[in-house]
């Protein structure tokens, strides 16, 4: 009988609520602040918990967003989504003693009319039966971006916009038509590329992927590779260049597809360009003219440069393999004759001033994969992390040959490599041996 009066007494407890003023809900903060989001895109949802500390329970009246419907934030309390039929609040709610509730927020904004990002507000209000108000203030940059579905190219175009460009699927460039980008820069959702069966000049320009937002509080969506497909230049595609562009987070940075060779025509000429943090490899150029002039082609799942036959022209470049995301990384620079079998000669090969480094020993692997067909290469005055070729001059002069064993080598040429938090600066540190080679 004792023990069933002590439950009475214990359940008892819980269902009390109090109406006293001096009783508070405590939140994770005053303010729930959301990542940049582009106006009229959906952001992602975000979560906090609503705790009642107190020795009794708490009614809450209402819980209303102070704007209603103005500004685009969703909520959904404790299962219940504040609808706009019903004035975008809800009410009768209860926590019991040291309980809580769940609360979700997400936000689609509209344009805010402004060329930089604005910051857009809204307060989640919370009425106590008490009389007490309390409040979380929404938060969010909001940044108005023009939104292209699709997008063929079917005629010489020139694009130049202080609003960034949404891509959604594949933008295409026809055969025999150029698009010129300039000053631009280009957010690629899932799963869309640049197609260009034509030619492609750009000159200041980015291009990533569209999410703004965070996967981990630490860990922002651009330093994540595969957010989209990347740049492939198809077989009838040539005279493309890029200049002071930056390509990062695609699945395959940039594929320069098998054509017929022209030996005084560079299909692809890129001129301190950026490809960094690709799933797959950065570059790829198959049977290809291609000309790289203080280029940065850093942390690929793939090889960070794939030769395979052609002609390439490479000044003072960084290939730099620290893909951080899986061990069985491709290489910093590959080169060969042969290819899914079928030759294709190596008529060229020049690199001069450059640095190959990494994680694993050997980042530089040239194949000749045919003896059938030409492979002529030669390297001047680089750094390269590869076994020693002490005996073929003609292919090897001034080199720097790294080994684990050096004092300065892989990482720590360079100001930082922050495998935690996926931050990298690839100028030289001051300490560096390779001073006066490479993209800085």
Same mark, same amino acid.
Request: hydrophobic share 35%; proline share 3%; with cysteine.
């Given at each position: %009988?004792?023990?069933?009066?002590?439950?009475?007494?214990?359940?008892?407890?819980?269902?009390?609520?109090?109406?006293?003023?001096?009783?508070?809900?405590?939140?994770?903060?005053?303010?729930?602040?959301?990542?940049?989001?582009?106006?009229?895109?959906?952001?992602?949802?975000?979560?906090?918990?609503?705790?009642?500390?107190?020795?009794?329970?708490?009614?809450?009246?209402?819980?209303? #967003?102070?704007?209603?419907?103005?500004?685009?934030?969703? &909520?959904? &309390?404790?299962?219940?989504?504040?609808?706009?039929? +019903?004035?975008?609040?809800?009410?009768?709610? =209860?926590?019991?003693? +040291?309980?809580?509730?769940?609360?979700?927020?997400? $936000?689609?904004?509209?344009?805010?009319?402004?060329?930089?990002?604005? &910051?857009?507000?809204?307060?989640?209000?919370?009425?106590?039966?008490?009389?007490?108000?309390?409040?979380?203030?929404?938060?969010?940059?909001?940044?108005?971006?023009?939104?292209?579905?699709?997008?063929?190219? @079917?005629?010489?175009?020139?694009?130049?916009?202080?609003?960034?460009?949404?891509?959604?699927?594949? %933008?295409? &460039? =026809?055969?025999?038509?150029?698009?010129?980008?300039? +000053?631009?820069?280009?957010?690629?959702?899932?799963?869309?590329? #640049?197609?260009?069966?034509?030619?492609?000049?750009?000159?200041?320009?980015?291009?990533?992927?569209?999410?703004?937002?965070?996967?981990?509080?630490?860990?922002?969506?651009?330093?994540?590779?595969?957010?989209?497909?990347?740049?492939?230049?198809?077989?009838?595609?040539?005279?493309?260049?890029? $200049?002071?562009?930056?390509?990062?987070?695609?699945?395959?940075?940039?594929?320069?597809?098998?054509?017929?060779?022209?030996?005084?025509?560079?299909?692809?000429?890129?001129?301190?360009?950026?490809?960094?943090?690709?799933?797959?490899?950065?570059?790829?150029?198959?049977?290809?003219?291609?000309?790289?002039?203080?280029?940065?082609?850093?942390?690929?799942?793939?090889?960070?440069?794939?030769?395979?036959?052609?002609?390439?022209?490479?000044?003072?470049?960084?290939?730099?393999?620290?893909?951080?995301?899986?061990?069985?990384?491709?290489?910093?620079?590959?080169?060969?004759?042969?290819?899914?079998?079928?030759?294709?000669?190596?008529?060229?090969?020049?690199?001069?001033?450059?640095?190959?480094?990494?994680? @694993?020993?050997?980042?530089? %692997?040239?194949?000749?994969?045919?003896?059938?067909?030409?492979?002529?290469? @030669?390297?001047?005055?680089? #750094?390269?992390?590869?076994?020693?070729?002490?005996?073929?001059?003609?292919?090897?002069?001034?080199?720097?040959?790294?080994?684990?064993?050096?004092?300065?080598?892989?990482?720590?040429?360079?100001?930082?490599?922050?495998?935690?938090?996926?931050?990298?600066?690839?100028?030289?540190?001051?300490?560096?041996?390779?001073?006066?080679?490479?993209?800085?």
């Amino acid at each position: %009988m004792l023990t069933i009066v002590m439950c009475l007494v214990a359940c008892q407890d819980d269902d009390q609520f109090s109406t006293s003023s001096g009783l508070r809900l405590t939140f994770p903060a005053d303010t729930l602040m959301l990542d940049t989001v582009f106006s009229r895109t959906p952001s992602s949802t975000y979560t906090f918990w609503v705790h009642n500390d107190n020795d009794t329970g708490i009614r809450i009246e209402s819980v209303r #967003l102070k704007r209603g419907n103005q500004t685009g934030f969703r &909520v959904n &309390v404790d299962g219940i989504y504040l609808d706009n039929t +019903n004035g975008s609040q809800t009410s009768g709610l =209860e926590i019991r003693k +040291n309980d809580s509730l769940l609360v979700f927020v997400e $936000l689609t904004p509209t344009e805010t009319g402004q060329p930089e990002p604005a &910051v857009v507000a809204d307060d989640l209000l919370f009425h106590l039966e008490s009389g007490v108000e309390q409040r979380v203030c929404l938060q969010a940059w909001v940044w108005d971006a023009r939104k292209l579905y699709s997008p063929v190219i @079917d005629k010489d175009t020139l694009i130049e916009s202080a609003q960034p460009l949404v891509i959604f699927g594949d %933008m295409k &460039v =026809e055969a025999g038509v150029t698009l010129t980008i300039r +000053n631009t820069s280009l957010y690629f959702h899932d799963s869309s590329g #640049l197609e260009v069966y034509g030619s492609l000049h750009t000159e200041d320009c980015v291009m990533r992927g569209d999410r703004l937002d965070d996967m981990f509080s630490y860990l922002p969506y651009d330093r994540v590779s595969g957010q989209w497909k990347g740049i492939h230049l198809y077989e009838t595609s040539n005279g493309n260049t890029l $200049l002071r562009t930056e390509i990062r987070n695609p699945m395959r940075g940039i594929v320069c597809d098998s054509a017929a060779l022209d030996s005084t025509n560079i299909r692809l000429a890129m001129t301190q360009c950026v490809i960094h943090n690709c799933m797959e490899t950065g570059l790829e150029s198959h049977n290809s003219y291609i000309s790289l002039d203080h280029c940065q082609l850093t942390n690929t799942g793939g090889d960070c440069i794939s030769i395979v036959g052609g002609l390439a022209d490479i000044n003072y470049c960084t290939f730099a393999q620290f893909y951080p995301f899986v061990a069985s990384r491709g290489t910093a620079f590959r080169f060969t004759n042969r290819y899914d079998q079928k030759d294709m000669p190596l008529l060229r090969l020049s690199c001069v001033g450059s640095i190959m480094t990494g994680y @694993d020993e050997d980042v530089v %692997m040239g194949v000749a994969g045919s003896q059938e067909v030409a492979f002529n290469y @030669d390297f001047h005055q680089c #750094l390269m992390r590869t076994p020693a070729v002490t005996d073929d001059s003609l292919h090897f002069e001034q080199i720097l040959w790294e080994t684990p064993k050096d004092s300065i080598q892989g990482k720590k040429h360079f100001v930082k490599i922050d495998e935690e938090n996926l931050i990298y600066d690839f100028h030289l540190d001051s300490l560096s041996t390779a001073q006066g080679l490479g993209c800085y």
